[in-house]
Every structure is written in structure tokens, then in C-alpha cells.
């Protein structure tokens, strides 16, 4: 498989886990003030969603298919 294909793969993962770790923590805020993990979780996925994106969003543009 070819390198942008694992990257597609893994943005969609990636979009899982933001998903549930945004779940996690709107969860933990109804039983009070959630630990900073679990606050700070969605950030990791959040960055790395980011510059998958980029990539994917790029990539068609700079690719000659002469």
C-alpha cells in the first residue's frame, strides 16, 4: 500500500480517537472537575488530525500526474 493510503487509514483513525476522547472528557465533566489527562487528551489526536489533513488536503496539488 502506498504511503498516502496509510495516511487516509490513519487519519480516520485518528478521528476516532479524537472523537472518543472528546466523549471521555464532556463524561467526566458531569461527575465534577476532570483531571488534567483527561482534559488535555483530545490535544495529541487533535495535532496529529491537523497535519494529516494538511497532507491529504495538499497533496493532490503538488503531485504531477503529468
Do not use: K
Not at 29 to 52: C, D, E, K, Q
Amino acid at each position: 500500500m502506498m504511503r498516502h493510503h496509510w495516511i487516509r487509514a490513519g487519519h480516520r483513525w485518528l478521528g476516532l480517537a479524537l472523537t472518543l476522547s472528546v466523549a471521555a472528557n464532556f463524561i467526566a465533566m458531569a461527575f465534577g472537575p476532570p483531571p488534567a489527562v483527561i482534559t488535555y487528551a483530545p490535544l495529541l489526536p487533535l495535532a496529529l488530525l491537523i497535519a494529516t489533513g494538511m497532507y491529504l488536503f495538499v497533496r493532490p496539488y503538488v503531485t504531477s500526474r503529468g
